[in-house]
């Protein structure tokens, strides 16, 4: 019977900590760059989100409650990059809030010959 070397499973140890530990830095300095990036162009993501959420809002409304179509035919009319933006409708009121993730939020109403309006956007 052969004895394993007690240095050598030590050492194999101690490899795993510091494969962990620079795994670990890996992450936390990614999850710190993110979050700096997002700082620093806080205003145009804003600003983008704002704007797709208005669009989107008014442009699914007019198309779930003038043109008559489903919601989920609505998504279509999307542009391109505007995936995150999503749409709920509320029957009862006649609207549709579009939502941009941790930005935005927008809803637009039907009301008898205006069409789709926005609510008080302040963008």
Not at 42 to 61: D, K, M, N, Q
Not at 114 to 123: A, D, R, S
Request: aromatic share 10%.
């Amino acid at each position: 019977m052969v004895k394993a070397n007690p240095s050598a499973r030590s050492a194999a140890k101690s490899s795993g900590i510091h494969w962990r530990r620079l795994v670990l830095w890996v992450v936390g300095l990614s999850i710190v760059a993110f979050a700096g990036t997002v700082w620093v162009f806080r205003e145009p993501i804003g600003g983008y989100g704002s704007v797709a959420s208005a669009y989107s809002a008014r442009v699914g409304c007019s198309c779930r409650f003038v043109a008559g179509r489903s919601l989920q035919d609505c998504t279509k009319d999307k542009l391109a990059g505007m995936e995150a933006v999503t749409l709920v409708e509320d029957a009862e009121t006649k609207s549709v809030t579009a939502r941009f993730p941790l930005v935005a939020e927008a809803t637009a109403t039907y009301r008898e010959g205006y069409g789709c309006v926005l609510e008080t956007w302040e963008g």
